[in-house]
T-cell receptor
Framework: EPEVTQTPSHQVTQMGQEVILRCVPISNHLYFYWYRQILGQKVEFLVSFYNNEISEKSEIFDDQFSVERPDGSNFTLKIRSTKLEDSAMYFC???????????FGDGTRLSIL | GQNIDQPTEMTATEGAIVQINCTYQTSGFNGLFWYQQHAGEAPTFLSYNVLDGLEEKGRFSSFLSRSKGYSYLLLKELQMKDSASYLCAVSQGGLTGGGNKLTFGTGTQLKVEL
């Protein structure tokens, strides 16, 4: 069964550094998402992406965040200058047409020191 | 905005049936999704409802009443491996639009005992 893949599985970064999280969505999916989950808390929406542009973003997704689909397969989330409070599990998700469910990758655990 | 409520914890016995309820208040509703999440892992899709009624998928079923803002997930023939957090999530946005973000509840931690 096709799946969403994310790399790396764990990223440790110094505060203030830039970090790029990578995702390969399911190949025939057209809609892409990033979510985060702080330890012990609920899953929170960050951004949705369709047709090479952001379709919606949350209040969390401020100027320090950006997304990109640099080629036909990768979907990346960049945090320009990381803060301690960015420490969380970041999940990428994708879905097909219509009301199909979103499928999640295994996540990247981001630890900011 | 969105408000999604589900019980924090539930305990059930192996082989039994358990119902996990979810109530929501939202605008632009276009679907309710149930996910399973084991600790430290990704949410895994279980079931979803767009229209009112019951959807059955093997041991898992989900029910939706849009007029009441209410859904439940029914798990039958419980197994020890069903011990996990069950997440209720509401989708907003058009079915063919680029949005359809999911807003999650805090999850119901289910413990299955012998």
């Amino acid at each position: 069964e096709p799946e969403v893949t994310q790399t790396p599985s764990h990223q440790v970064t110094q505060m203030g550094q830039e970090v790029i999280l990578r995702c390969v969505p399911i190949s025939n999916h057209l809609y892409f998402y990033w979510y985060r989950q702080i330890l012990g808390q609920k899953v929170e929406f960050l951004v949705s992406f369709y047709n090479n542009e952001i379709s919606e973003k949350s209040e969390i997704f401020d100027d320090q965040f950006s997304v990109e689909r640099p080629d036909g397969s990768n979907f990346t989330l960049k945090i320009r200058s990381t803060k301690l409070e960015d420490s969380a599990m970041y999940f990428c998700a994708s879905r097909g047409l219509g009301g199909q469910p979103q499928h999640f990758g295994d996540g990247t655990r981001l630890s900011i020191l | 905005g969105q408000n999604i409520d589900q019980p924090t914890e539930m305990t059930a016995t192996e082989g039994a049936i358990v119902q996990i309820n979810c109530t929501y208040q939202t605008s632009g509703f276009n679907g309710l999704f149930w996910y399973q999440q084991h600790a430290g892992e990704a949410p895994t899709f279980l079931s979803y409802n767009v229209l009112d009624g019951l959807e059955e998928k093997g041991r898992f079923s989900s029910f939706l009443s849009r007029s009441k803002g209410y859904s439940y997930l029914l798990l039958k023939e419980l197994q020890m491996k069903d011990s996990a957090s069950y997440l209720c999530a509401v989708s907003q946005g058009g079915l063919t639009g680029g949005g359809n973000k999911l807003t999650f509840g805090t999850g119901t931690q289910l413990k299955v005992e012998l």
